[in-house]
């Protein structure tokens, strides 16, 4: 009866069985903060680009819209009723 009772108070092995739940749980929290940090770096990446290549052939500069001779137009947004 005693050696059941001191079986039940060993904590030896405690620290490695939680280290066991927790650390899938961690992993796939750092894989996910990964992934996603890629995902936004590569998102930048492209909106970037982007815009150098609407700037090499004649983009919107200071409000105005360059034609492809490099011309200066106004550039107006207009928003149509629905």
């Known amino acids: 009866m005693m050696r059941l009772f001191s079986i039940?108070?060993?904590?030896?092995?405690?620290?490695?069985?939680?280290l066991?739940?927790?650390?899938?749980?961690?992993?796939?929290?750092?894989?996910g903060m990964i992934d996603l940090s890629r995902a936004y770096?590569?998102?930048?990446?492209?909106e970037q680009s982007a815009q150098?290549?609407?700037e090499k052939i004649g983009?919107?500069?200071?409000?105005?819209?360059?034609?492809?001779k490099g011309q200066e137009r106004a550039f107006y947004h207009v928003d149509r009723p629905e």
Request: without cysteine; hydrophobic residues 55%.
């Open 8 to 18: 039940g108070a060993d904590e030896r092995g405690a620290s490695i069985i939680e």
């Open 20 to 31: 066991a739940l927790t650390a899938p749980f961690f992993a796939a929290m750092l894989i």
């Open 41 to 46: 770096s590569m998102k930048l990446k492209l």
């Open 52 to 54: 150098r290549a609407v």
């Open 59 to 68: 983009g919107i500069r200071d409000g105005l819209w360059l034609d492809a």
